[in-house]
């Protein structure tokens, strides 16, 4: 099975910077996506940002210019760095990890999550 553990989200003030850490263990393909997700309250679970083993980077508009999504593949973690932090980035964020496998010749993606932490953007 695979785990994700998320550190670094908290209470920062508007304007401030958070950068958030998940590092991934267990069994992992060698082609995956990892990436963040954010849910606030009375909102579905959105994508925020996610990038592929080979660094391909996909971002919600409404983080582009401001977060910062890099992996380490050698230690299997996913970074979010998180800066000019507005009120309405408050929500809890997920990482995910997909995994690509190929079972009886056929492609096929594992989704895993992890616990989710929460950022608060407040003065």
């Known amino acids: 099975q695979v785990q994700l553990v998320e550190s670094g989200g908290g209470l920062v003030q508007p304007g401030g910077s958070l950068r958030l850490s998940c590092a991934a263990s267990?069994?992992?393909?060698?082609?995956?996506?990892m990436g963040w997700y954010r849910q606030a309250p009375g909102e579905e679970r959105e994508l925020v940002a996610a990038?592929?083993?080979?660094?391909?980077?996909n971002y919600a508009d409404s983080v582009k210019g401001r977060f910062t999504i890099s992996r380490d593949n050698a230690k299997n973690t996913v970074y979010l760095q998180m800066s000019s932090l507005k009120p309405e980035d408050t929500a809890v964020y997920y990482c995910?990890?997909?995994?690509?496998?190929?079972?009886?010749?056929?492609?096929?993606?594992?989704?895993?999550w992890g616990q989710g932490t929460q950022v608060t953007v407040s003065s």
């Open positions: 267990g069994i992992i393909s060698n082609i995956n996506t």
């Open positions: 990038m592929t083993n080979s660094g391909t980077t």
């Open positions: 995910k990890l997909q995994n690509l496998r190929i079972v009886a010749e056929a492609r096929r993606f594992y989704d895993y």
